[in-house]
């Protein structure tokens, strides 16, 4: 009865902001005394969380009681849609907290547990997203689970899905009436999840030859995915439909591939993609920065959040694509991106936040959007508002009807041809007016603003602004990069060299470094460093970046499989262990290891870094063979490796 249990399954990767109760409230729960912004959200909920620990398993040990896990992020639209329908809703709660023991996880701070659980998730033949819903033995294996549920039965046409009151109904009887069937489905989604999280690399994987015929490979996989007619990768038998991701990785290894075989067509691909994306309303027109992804092909209607490794990437991608091809528009993008970060995303001491809601008042996407009324009042002058109508293309409503999310033409010669004026005397004329509908919509409630600093997120934005410094000239990008590294490392590395993955601290407390740092963050942080190296050519930044590189061998590394694990040796102990191994919307650890490694052995010429690297290929050779597009970073750090290889 229980496996054949219906999902409502939405991708919700989305943000919102969780707008603080006003007088004292009614509930409060363990979580008043986390750090973590997404916890406390949920601290004055009728439901009795617990976060992740000892006493949450041990009291459902003791009460034979199964756990249940929710497991989102601060700026997730629908983990706040569920708390406010579901873990704020009494009754719900009173289901909740009388037949299962609730732990609530911020994925930001616990990425090892939601890897595990999404797996799970994805081990059940079911799609990934947010918030993630899983029921769980009082060890912690996975039995069942889910993402959005509404609070009740849903019925479209003739079919009735159910709601979050019904399956926990479902969930606790079927534990009652058959705890041994339940055990026993446990038992099968464990150990298909371990063998998931295990199973690095395919059979045959020894035997892949590391090549520039397995590069071209998976160049080929990315090719048969890009869309080109918009830019960006998807699927061509959907006609490319659902969310498009700017996937950056992909796109900075075919940008590398088409400067080394001076490819046009590669280069092409790049300037498509990045050249609508610019244009699109992924693209923060007003303000600067990238939100999340677009909800459809063409790059209009974003997800609203903005996370700030999107940023990061993006920012060191167009960096790049400007040294390669000149294009000033890359250059102005790279800027306006900085200056949004500078500016709301960046604390006084120069730590980098990392996201930003979508929604404000439960509505997403509301501050940045305009309705036509909003405009006029933003640019009174008819003529004025013609114009930038005309620029953004906000003739008639794009987002829900009532709308405008306002996005650019791409062909901009066309539009200059239109109206008549050249490139200067268009600036000249729309910088102003930018400046009137910024001022207008910085006089809007802003979205919440998630003011914890993590250690990988932060590799990666140094790693961006020292690109950019570098390659647009710049030195303040440079020093802002300079700044950064000096506090992550101040504040985020232990006196023996181990990473702590977050910095913050909860309203009112002084800022403090906690939880222990995964795979990703020795990754990022050493990729931030060698870009600080290639930038400044200091040293001290080498050095760093080797002992990072070092600490992350002797704590992650797999003598006896190779590729690092995501969790360090002396980490708690979970139900699995696992290796990151997909590049999707980041480089997965294990592809930014590799690459790093060969960076450090051609910089050094320490030859215990190529075998390291070396090996690390051998072990995901296989995976990058039939998965072409999974681990392009990884083929990223393989046309390094092969080029050294070359040159010596």
């Known amino acids: ?58 009291k459902a040990r003791k009460e034979k009681k199964l756990v249940f896990l929710s497991i989102g992020y601060s700026s997730c639209y629908w983990c706040h849609v569920m708390e406010r329908e579901s873990f704020n809703n009494e009754a719900v709660a009173k289901l909740l907290n009388e037949s299962f023991v609730c732990i609530k996880v911020d ?74 069937s339940i055990e026993k489905q446990s038992d099968d989604l464990a150990s298909r999840t371990k063998f998931a999280l295990a199973n690095a690399g395919v059979p045959g994987a020894a035997i892949v030859k590391l ?30 439909k659902g969310p498009k991701f700017p996937l950056p990785c992909r796109l900075e290894f075919v940008l590398h591939q088409g400067v080394r075989n001076k490819d046009d067509k590669l280069i092409g691909m790049v300037k498509k993609t990045l050249d609508e994306m610019a244009a699109g309303g992924i693209y923060d027109q007003i303000g600067g920065g990238f939100h999340r992804y677009s909800t459809e092909r063409t790059w209009t209607v974003p997800h609203f959040e903005k996370m700030l490794y999107d940023n990061a990437q993006l920012v060191e991608l167009y960096s790049r694509a400007f040294k390669v091809t000149g294009d000033a528009n890359y250059r102005r993008v790279v800027e306006e991106t900085l200056t949004y970060i500078g500016r709301e995303m960046t604390s006084p001491e120069g730590a980098f936040y990392s996201s930003q809601d979508a929604e404000t008042h439960h509505e997403e996407g509301r501050f940045y959007v305009w309705t036509p009324e909003e405009l006029a009042a933003a640019i009174p002058d ?62 809007r409630d802003r979205p919440f603003l998630n003011k914890i600093a993590l250690t990988a997120w932060s590799g990666e934005m140094i790693a961006g602004y020292a690109e950019a410094g570098q390659s647009l000239n710049e ?61 400044t050519k200091d040293k001290k930044w080498l050095e760093e970046a080797r002992g990072l ?25 979970l139900f699995a262990r696992s290796k990151d191994q997909y590049d999707g919307a980041q480089p997965s650890g294990n592809s930014l290891a ?44 393989l046309d390094l490796y092969l080029a050294a290889q070359d040159a010596k």
Not at 25 to 53: I, Q, V
């Open 594 to 637: 590799a690459r790093n490694l060969v960076r450090l052995w051609t910089a050094t010429g320490d030859e215990k870094y190529r075998k390291e690297a070396e090996r690390t290929f051998k072990t995901f050779a296989g995976t990058m063979k039939s998965q072409g597009s999974a681990l392009v970073t990884m083929a990223d750090g």
């Open 107 to 180: 994925r930001e701070e616990r990425p090892d547990i939601d890897n595990i659980y999404m797996t799970a998730l994805q081990a059940q033949g079911k799609g990934g997203g947010w918030p993630l819903s899983m029921f769980l033995m009082p060890d912690g294996r996975p039995i069942i689970g889910g993402t959005y549920w509404p609070p009740d039965d849903v019925k479209e046409k003739d079919e009735t899905y159910p709601g979050f009151k019904t399956i926990l109904k479902v969930v606790a009887d079927a534990y009652k009436e058959k705890p041994e």
């Open 382 to 443: 008819n003529l004025d508002r013609i114009f930038i109508q005309g620029y953004y293309r906000a003739k008639e409503p794009n987002f829900e009807f009532k709308y405008h999310i306002l996005r650019r033409h791409t062909a901009i010669d066309a539009f200059l041809k239109e109206i008549g004026m050249t490139e200067a005397e268009l600036r000249k004329k729309l910088d102003p007016l930018r400046k009137q509908l910024f001022d207008a919509r910085s006089k």
């Open 211 to 240: 090549d520039r015929a397995l590069l071209e490979e998976v160049l080929d996989a990315l090719r048969e995915d890009f869309d080109s007619q918009y830019g960006g990768f998807g699927s061509a038998a959907r006609k490319f």
């Open 549 to 573: 590189t070092d600490t992350m061998i002797q704590f992650h590394g797999d003598d006896k499989a190779g590729g690092y694990y995501f969790t360090a040796s002396d980490h708690e102990k």
């Open 475 to 535: 030195p303040r990008y440079t020093q802002t990069a300079v700044k950064a590294a000096e506090l992550v490392l101040k504040h985020q590395k232990t006196k023996d060299g181990r990473l702590l993955r977050s910095y913050g601290a909860a309203p009112g407390q002084t800022p403090k470094a906690a939880v222990n740092g995964y795979l990703e963050d020795y990754a990022c942080l050493a990729h931030g460093l060698l870009n600080l190296h290639d930038a």
């Open 1 to 58: 009865m229980l496996r054949a249990l219906p999902v409502l399954m939405l991708i919700a990767v989305c943000a919102a902001a969780g707008e603080p109760a006003k007088g004292k409230p009614k509930h409060t729960n363990r979580l008043a005394k986390e750090t973590s912004p997404y916890l406390l959200m949920h601290s004055h909920n009728p439901t009795d969380w617990y976060p992740w620990g000892p006493e949450a398993f041990e």
